[in-house]
């Protein structure tokens, strides 16, 4: 089952979605892309593990940011914030372009 949420951390807004169980995986896509273009790839992982994506700051649903507050130590900041948030101690990440 997936589940769709908003995650305010921090004065930046994150728009996640989490499905599958087990070992979590986080999906980390290119900025101003969202994780919309992952769909696929994330549902695969799911059927094996619990997969959490979200739209980076500045793209998809999340909070809509100007260039200069894109930045990586931004995403560090929140996916450490998100982890934290979700209760997720150990998490194992998948990354493409600056999420990689």
């Known amino acids: 089952m997936k589940t769709e949420m908003t995650v305010h951390l921090d004065g930046v807004e994150l728009y996640v979605t989490r499905q599958g169980q087990g ?3 986080f999906v980390l896509g290119g900025p101003w ?3 919309y273009y992952l ?5 695969e992982l799911a059927r094996t593990f619990q997969v959490v994506a979200y739209d ?3 793209s998809g649903r ?15 900041k929140d996916l450490d914030a998100l982890r934290r948030s979700l209760g997720i ?12």
């Open 23 to 25: 070992k979590a995986i």
């Open 33 to 35: 892309f969202g994780q």
């Open 62 to 76: 999340s909070s809509a940011l100007t260039q200069d507050e894109i930045t990586l130590a931004g995403h560090l």
């Open 39 to 43: 769909r696929q790839f994330i549902g």
């Open 89 to 100: 101690e150990k998490m194992n990440l998948i990354g493409h372009s600056m999420g990689a």
């Open 56 to 58: 980076p700051r500045g």
